[in-house]
Structure formats: structure tokens, C-alpha cells
């Protein structure tokens, strides 16, 4: 005898109002870079990556997307500054849109992360400081001796980023997520163990923040602010973009993203793991800015199924952004719905030029066909 089974609607699953947005669950894709845009054009192969991963009324965040040509950090990654990205990239979020989903573009710059073969003619890369970071334990690179930013140049790297919001606009995008993460430009003015600058954009933690806070501004005049999220990670030390206070700098920041009535969402990092009694555990530190913040809040690092459905409930994040897991995943609401086995992701095909393995070529559910309930027999 057939019968509908009855389905328990776990936290992660259930419908979200993000400003105008109506979000069916709670899971977001988490922005990864994949470095499969060849030449800095995104490629066909990324509507099909994209479009596997979305679900109607769910939220992806795209890939970092360089906002100028000295924004680049990584080989291969997009760009949304030329005409020609803008048109490369529509057809992409049109493949995203079909599914149902909304998709936001994450407009980002290097700064010192950076090698002087990836900057236009070779030239060192810019940032707050003149300060080389040592080593990168994770994949060996090495990298250059970047150029300290004049004072002056400061608002031109502003008004890349403005541009970059208008561009991912035109080119169908929902909206923006702005990079203030993972010890990148915007970071490495905001943490004082980078900025060691001694005009208005350093020193007190204000000034600091001064030229994050300018790029929210520009970005928000020009696209409205219930199209801009910004992504923080004031707890991490990525690339040796460390502060002293990490509290003082997610509050001061979150404070700053409420002078913009409306803004869409903050999107912020947990500390790293913990090791508890043996085992890593999440540290759950971001409830004061849950709090404080006055849009959506998505948290990010680590969580799976369980921790995620947990957070949700209890109040502590809106929605929870999966960037290992979705990657390995294409289906990943779907498998948590149900609460099916997950695919293991494959490290060492994260980041290359293969325009499928590792990829798009991750498998789906056997029964995944339709997005109605599931009929069991």
C-alpha cells in the first residue's frame, strides 16, 4: 500500500523572509572560489556547477568575483569588471533563476594576497601596507612584497567596488556580497595586526574600518541596500590578518552596517574549531552580533546537519552558509531534508582548471527528480 510518508519539517528546512526575498529553507551556499574561469571570464561549465546547487526560493552566493585587475589572487578566477564578464555571467544567473533560486555575487579584492605574476605587468600587489605575509603553510605559495596605498588612491579602489556592484546588477544578479573576510583587502585595513598605516585610515579601530565602511557606502548608494550583504570574519587569522580585539571590530562593524536601513544581510565567520574534550567543536561566538544586527544573519564554519538544524532553532542564525558540503552535494536541502548519507568531498579537486571533475560531476540522489514530497512505499 502506498502511502505519503510524514515528513518532519527540520529547522533548516523551513521557508525564510530575507528583506523582499522569500526563501524556501535555510541552507545557502556558501561562496567558493573554484578557479575555472579561464582568462577571468566565467565559463559555461559555472550555469552548470550553479544550477545544480539550486533549489526554488533558495540563496546562493557566487563565487569571489574580482572586482578590478589588480583584485586577483588566484589563478582563474572571475571578474566583473569588462563588458565581456557582465555578458558572461548572465547566462549563468539566468540558468540559477529558472531553478527558483536567488543568487548574489561576492565582489571581493585580494589586496597582499597576492603574486606579482597575477597583477597587471607584474607590479606588486597593493594593500594597507607594505608588509609581506611570511608563508602560507596550506599551499606553499609565496607571496609578493605588496605596495602600501597612498592616501589618495584610496577612493579609486572604492569606486571598483561600486562599479563591480552595478556591473553583477546588470548582469542579473539579486544582489552583492561584499568581501570583508579571510584576510583580504577590506580585512587588512580593519585588523591592526596588518594596518600599520598612520593617516585617517589607520590607527584607531574607526579609522580602520574607514575604507570598508566607504566601500559599504559606495556599494549601498549605488545598488540599494536590500541588495547588499557583507561577509566578516573578525575572529580568523588568515593570512597572518590577525586583531587584537575581534569583539570590539564584529561590534563596531555591525554597528556601521545598521546605519544602512535595510541592509540585507551579515554574513559572518565562527572562530575556528575547538577541540573539546577530543573532538572539534563549533565555538558558537557569534550570538552578540546576531543580536545586534539589525537584517539576516548567516553564519558560516563547519556546520553540518544536526549543529545547523540546532543553531537554527535556538535562534542563533537565520540561515547557515555550507561551502564543503554543497560543493560535494549539488542537493544538499534535499539530502538534509530527508537526512540521507552525504557524498565525501575530494580536497585536491577544489581548486583546478577541470571544467567537470570535481565539479559538476558530484552525484545527486538516485530518487532526485522532483522538488514535491517524497512517496515511500
Known amino acids: 500500500m502506498m502511502h505519503q510518508a510524514a515528513k518532519e519539517v527540520i529547522p533548516l528546512m523551513t521557508p525564510y523572509k530575507m528583506g523582499q526575498l522569500e526563501l524556501s529553507h535555510r541552507v545557502v551556499l556558501a561562496p567558493l572560489t573554484r578557479c575555472r574561469s579561464y582568462g577571468n571570464v566565467p565559463q559555461p561549465h559555472a550555469a552548470v556547477y550553479y544550477s545544480q546547487r539550486a533549489t526554488k526560493g533558495g540563496l546562493l552566493i557566487a563565487e569571489a568575483t574580482d572586482v578590478s585587475p589588480t583584485a586577483q589572487g588566484y589563478p582563474e578566477t572571475p571578474g566583473i569588471w569588462t563588458q565581456e564578464q557582465v555578458e558572461a555571467w548572465k547566462p549563468i544567473v539566468d540558468a540559477v533563476h529558472r531553478k527558483g533560486a536567488f543568487f548574489f555575487c561576492q565582489i571581493w579584492h585580494v589586496g597582499r594576497v597576492s603574486t606579482n605574476e597575477l597583477q597587471p605587468d607584474g607590479q606588486a600587489p597593493i594593500s594597507c601596507t607594505d608588509k609581506r605575509i611570511t608563508s602560507d603553510v596550506g599551499t606553499g605559495t609565496v607571496y609578493a612584497k605588496p605596495r602600501r596605498l597612498r592616501t589618495e588612491e584610496i577612493p579609486g579602489i572604492v569606486d571598483d567596488f561600486r562599479r563591480a556592484a552595478r556591473n553583477a546588477i546588470e548582469a542579473g544578479f539579486d544582489g552583492v556580497e561584499i568581501h570583508g573576510a579571510h584576510g583580504y583587502l577590506l580585512e587588512q ?130 540561515l547557515i552558509a555550507y561551502g564543503r558540503l554543497f560543493l560535494a552535494n549539488p542537493d544538499l536541502p534535499r539530502r538534509f531534508e530527508l537526512g540521507t548519507s552525504l557524498n565525501k568531498y575530494d580536497r585536491s579537486t577544489f581548486i583546478t582548471r577541470d571544467p567537470v571533475v570535481g565539479y559538476t560531476d558530484y552525484p545527486f540522489l538516485e530518487d532526485d527528480h522532483n522538488d514535491g514530497p517524497t512517496v515511500h512505499a
Open 189 to 318: 585595513f580593519m585588523k591592526d595586526g596588518t594596518n600599520d598605516r598612520d593617516d585617517e585610515y589607520g590607527g584607531s579601530l574607526e579609522n580602520r574600518c574607514r575604507f570598508a565602511v566607504e566601500v559599504i557606502d559606495a556599494v549601498v548608494g549605488e545598488v540599494g541596500a536590500h541588495r547588499v550583504g557583507v561577509r566578516l570574519s573578525p575572529f580568523a587569522d588568515f593570512v597572518e590578518c590577525t586583531d587584537s580585539d575581534p569583539v570590539a571590530l564584529a561590534d563596531y562593524m555591525v554597528r556601521q552596517l545598521n546605519m544602512h536601513e535595510g541592509l540585507l544581510y551579515c554574513h559572518m565567520v565562527e572562530p575556528r574549531m575547538a577541540n573539546v574534550d577530543g573532538s572539534r567543536q563549533i565555538p558558537h561566538r557569534l550570538l552578540p552580533f546576531r543580536k545586534a544586527f539589525n537584517g539576516t544573519f548567516i553564519a558560516a564554519g563547519g556546520y553540518d546537519r544536526e549543529e545547523g538544524n540546532k543553531v537554527v532553532a535556538d535562534g542563533y542564525t537565520d
